[in-house]
């Protein structure tokens, strides 16, 4: 048997969706573990939704998925709308052998017509009348009786009786093809073996597995992957949910997180963990094991498989990563940015954080003329009697000690037993005083890292703004 081809076919309609994300890697895993090709189609025919930024959209969300075209399995991107003539010249020999015929009928006809018979929809009434091509005439496929069975590899057998579905349109009063008909015509000549899409194209599937046989072809395997929903189980939606996943990149969730993450979504590799490299998934993933049931993305643990992937990188790799979120659009002055402060502090945030966007929140006291103080944690921390006299102590004990996390927590730890308290509590005033919130990295080697003269500096504001 030859080797099976996928494909990957999305309308460039709007941002990249993660479901749309899902499903490619779907696709690519399988081409890749069974030998076969994966196959870019994009559906641009919809000319008023669509736009070239979005299909490049495509191709820059495919690639940082690691879904590379470059790859001898990849092959595209094709466009649907280059072949719109082999759509018309398909629609045209399933009216020549009786499969189609001429339709008529104004939209205002056909539900005058249902109105009266009481049944929804279009009635079949064109189907005899011999009718040939003309102005405003659609082509309609004719459906045959019976019954069609749709073997779904998620969904198992689906049945579908025929006379519920009705002789939809291949072809538009204008002679141009409809969605359904390019579709399948260009899985046909594109020799497409294995449709794994959205389970929203489901109902679309019997229409599409008749035309496959109409055209004289046996129809593909067919899988139907489950929707994904929000946390009220609703299906994402635009409108409601993040779905875009460039946003998800801009926000520093790393591909290899995001890959991983959009696989366990209703499927699980073997063992305890579900972060595994990709070249496992591709291993083992099955159709077959995928769940049916709508998957929940949820963006807290996505989050958490982000945090495991970054403290998986290397330091180096790290402060590669971090790079884009320590310029632009960032709370310090540019000119005050000093690249080895942060490579020293990057170990430091490097297992504290759930995305690379939330780094300059972490490091803005390092970059900062004066930290920036956050009111609530001002009044919780520096409303406390002991606030004064810490600040005093360090102040003072700073002066004098031994540089480095270690000496500076013994300033600290001395105070702390001098006063019988617990260094939680005593390190809170500090850490206002020096970055101007209570979260964030250690305390010590952060106040290290800041130097001696500066952090002297913030204690003393900060003790004169208590008094
Ligand atoms: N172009 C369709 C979409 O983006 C996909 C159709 C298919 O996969 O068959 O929803």
Known sequence: MDAPRYRFAPSPTGFFHVGGARTALYNWALALRTGGTFVLRIEDTDESRNSPEWTQGIIDALAWLGIESTSPRFEGPYFQSANAELHRVAALRLHAEGKAYWCDLTAEQIQERAKESGRQGYDGYSRDRGLGPGPGHVLRFRVPEGMTVVDDLVRGRVEFQNDTIEDFVLLRGNGSPMFLLANVVDDIEMRITNVVRAEEHLPNTPKQQLLWEALGHAPPVWAHVPVLVNEQRKKLSKRRDKVALEQYRAEGILADAMVNYLMTLGWAPAGDTEIVPWSRIVDEFRLEDVNHSPAFFDVKKLSAFNGD???????????????????????????????????????????????????????????????????????KTMATEYAADVLDAMSEGLRGCAWGAEGIKAVLDAFTESRGLKLGKTQAPVRVAVTGRTVGPPLFESIEILGREETLRRIAAARSRLT
């Open 309 to 379: 992937y970054v403290r998986m990188l290397t330091p180096a790799e790290f402060i590669d990563a971090a790079r884009p979120f320590l310029a632009g659009d960032v709370p310090w002055p540019a000119d005050r940015f000093d690249q080895s402060v942060f490579d020293s502090a990057a170990p430091l945030i490097q297992t504290r954080i759930g995305a690379l966007a939330d780094i300059p929140a972490m490091v803005d006291f390092l970059f900062l003329a004066d930290p920036k103080i956050d009111p609530d944690a001002w009044s």
